[in-house]
């Protein structure tokens, strides 16, 4: 297997006026082709930031300060804006949380289909042909007649199909999934995630997905990243992790799920504390604060990241005295 | 059994579905559409009531129609006595029914403290307050708050504490009732259990009786006495949360609850995947509004409509067939596949 992605080392900075906010701090993540790979974690863990850095629309007050960013053997971080255009889309594409604001709403989505193949030599009738039969693909009936409609006739979920349908059209190499059911109900969320499972074992993209609902994490990928405050604490099998998380954090948000609990709790779990402040982020490990396993070594050193198991690493001075 | 403390009768809530020309020249039954169509339920003092339902449901409208913040379009309400159908008071029974609202750092008013937003209610209803400062330190510490977060504003605050700020506010006259819409929705996992934990406590201390308006299903148990399903505006199924979680009576909560992914990798299974979506509320089905999605619906489920009638969960149901305690809905039928690429 090759990797599609491989982000090593990635730190990322804000200019704010309180300081330089260091939303990311040596993230690295690897994505196999052909897998889906999650990405967990809590409001401020930075996960907005890695996919702005990801396709290379971070605002203009943040600076990418160290690492590399590789989709199948080429740095996005140096590639030039023209190289760029001719990625997005192509070879990396997003489905983005929101399917009401992140498709256009005064074109019609057969336009934004062809738009999206631009850079094909083939003719217009090809390419709503293409278009339509994506649309059929994700499940939406009559797609030609849809071609010529527009994104406020359809329903949340269809529209979320049609966003599905446009990230796949060129068959990237890297589908990246901001959480692409949090804006949907319950029962539209199974059919959007049965959808993905089906596009990705056809077209064999790899997908990024990111979400903080651990269900679905657990339901669809094959592999899990932790973040927490800017920082990737734990990587490994999405089955070990559930069953033996080797990083407090993980084992504490697991267990806050009340999902898991299948009698009544007079006390539900919580994570006490708050985030640190990460114009000025606390020294030695970032959750430490918040751990009951810390010890002095956590103030002074930063955990390094180590494996715990073939195929997973964490980065805790007390990975092997974490409890699931 | 004790007098409820709230009695909601067939109550229903319209809004305009057309505006303008379009409004007169439609037939009279397409101008309005009806999110909240026939209600009934209880709610006893000290007690909780979970209403569950997708977006769209009416829930959060039924809500606001208890409340006084939209007029009802048929029905009665009875709270603690008195009949808020005809225009009650509202500032006097709102002193006794407080609001939690969904949002919880946009129901503040970003240019007032903590500590005034706090004591916002007090003013409102004109209780003199012999001590601010005492009277807002003692709100901020039943919410879990300490009393620095007096001076702080909105901005400052996380999702966690504006939530907390939201229940130091809905507690400050010491209510009977507490309607609380969608409590967990923006909060991370983390910080979810502190919120619900605070809400049992508070609860348990002052006998509240509350109304919990939520969509997320992980909670229920751990909050609720009884809930009740919501589907197009009517309640579905409404019982003893356990009895209904474990094995509920109508296939739209089956599929509901089986559509909950769970956060466990093992026990993914086949899943009961729902054809279609929700109807919209200018086009609801005939007979029982569910059928077209049904995966169990027989053909006279089209044509009649059924009532919510006692069920083996100890609630009711408004099924003509509803389930039976060891039956499970795996797969949908062939019918509800996405229809094939046309190349």
Redesign the interface.
């Known amino acids: 297997m090759t990797e599609t992605l491989k982000v090593s080392g990635l730190s990322v900075s804000y200019a704010t006026r309180q300081g330089s906010l260091q939303a990311l701090r040596d993230v690295s993540l690897d994505v196999q082709s052909g897998q889906i790979v999650g990405v967990v974690g809590e409001s401020g863990c930075g996960k907005s930031t890695l996919i702005s850095a990801l396709m290379r629309l971070l605002p203009e007050n943040a600076r990418v300060t160290d690492g590399r960013i590789d989709l199948d053997g080429e740095d996005i971080l140096t590639a030039s804006p023209r190289r760029l255009r001719a990625m997005r889309g192509r070879e990396m594409s997003v489905v983005f949380q929101d399917p009401m604001t992140s498709l256009n709403p005064v074109l019609s989505i057969g336009r934004q289909m062809r738009d999206i193949q631009y850079r094909e030599g083939v003719s217009t009738a090809e390419k709503d042909r293409r278009a339509a039969h994506m649309l059929g693909r994700v499940g939406l009936p009559d797609p030609e007649a849809r071609l010529r409609g527009y994104p406020h006739e359809l329903s949340g979920g269809m529209r979320q199909r049609v966003a599905i349908a446009m990230a796949t059209l060129m068959h990237p190499k890297l589908l990246i999934a901001d959480e692409p059911t949090t804006a949907l109900d319950a029962t539209l969320e199974v059919q959007i995630i049965a959808l993905l499972q089906a596009i990705q074992a056809e077209i064999g993209c790899a997908i990024l997905f990111i979400s903080h609902h651990l269900g679905v994490i657990a339901e669809l990928c094959d592999r899990v990243v932790v973040m927490y405050a800017g920082e990737t604490v734990e990587e490994g099998p999405v089955a070990d992790i559930f069953e033996r998380p080797a990083h407090p954090y993980t084992a504490k948000l697991i267990e806050c799920d009340p999902g898991r609990l299948k009698t009544r709790a007079d006390t539900l779990p919580s994570i006490p504390g708050s985030l640190p402040d990460l114009t000025d982020p606390p020294s030695g490990c970032i959750f430490r604060d918040r751990c009951d396993l810390a010890t002095e070594i956590c103030a002074t050193q930063r955990p390094p990241r180590r494996a715990v198991s073939p195929g997973r690493w964490s980065a805790c001075h007390h990975a092997e005295k974490v409890t699931p | 059994m004790t007098q409820p403390l709230l009695t909601l009768t067939d109550v229903s809530v319209e809004f305009p579905a057309l505006g303008g020309l379009k409004a007169l020249m439609a037939p009279p039954d397409k101008r309005r559409v009806q999110a909240v169509a026939g209600v009934s339920l209880h709610l006893h003092p000290g007690e909780t009531l979970a209403v569950v339902g997708?977006?769209g449901s009416g829930k959060t409208t039924l809500a606001r129609a208890v409340n006084g913040l939209v007029p009802l379009a048929g029905g009665t309400v009875n709270f603690d006595g008195q009949a808020l159908q005809d225009g009650p008071d509202w500032t006097a029974v709102r002193r006794r029914m407080a609001m939690m609202f969904q949002d919880p750092t946009g129901s503040l008013s970003p240019r007032k403290t903590v500590g005034d937003l706090i004591l916002e209610p007090f003013v409102i209803h004109g209780i003199p307050v012999a001590d601010r400062t005492v009277k807002a330190r003692d709100l901020l510490a039943a919410a879990g708050l300490d009393a620095d977060f007096m001076d702080r504003y909105p901005h400052q605050l996380?999702?966690?504490q504006a939530r907390r700020v939201g229940v130091a506010r809905a507690l400050a006259l010491d209510p009977a009732l507490v309607l609380a819409d969608e409590p967990t929705a923006g909060l991370?996992?983390?910080?979810?259990?502190?919120i619900?934990?605070l809400m049992?406590r508070v609860k348990a201390e002052r006998g509240l009786a509350t109304l919990i308006i939520t969509?997320n299903?992980?909670?229920l148990?751990?909050i609720a006495d009884r809930i009740a399903v919501m589907y197009l505006g009517r309640i579905v199924e409404t019982g003893p949360v356990?009895a209904i979680l474990t094995a509920p009576a109508h296939p739209y909560t089956h599929?509901?609850m089986a559509?909950?992914?769970?956060?466990?990798?093992?026990?993914?299974h086949e899943?009961l995947?729902?054809k279609g979506?929700?109807p919209a509320l200018t086009a609801r089905p005939s007979g029982c509004e569910f059928h077209p999605r049904c995966p169990v619906a027989r053909a006279d489920c089209a044509r009649i409509a059924p009532a919510l009638e006692p069920a083996r969960t100890g609630g009711k149901v408004a099924c003509r067939y509803p389930l039976g305690a060891d039956e499970t809905l795996t797969a949908c039928p062939p019918a509800a596949s996405?229809?094939?690429?046309?190349?």
């Not at chain 2, 559509?259 to 993914?268: I, L, V």
């Open positions: 997708e977006s996380s999702g966690g991370d996992v983390s910080i979810q259990g502190e619900l934990n049992n969509h299903l992980n909670i148990r751990h356990e599929a509901l559509a909950n992914p769970e956060p466990d990798p093992t026990a993914r899943r995947i729902l979506e929700t996405p229809p094939a690429a046309q190349g």
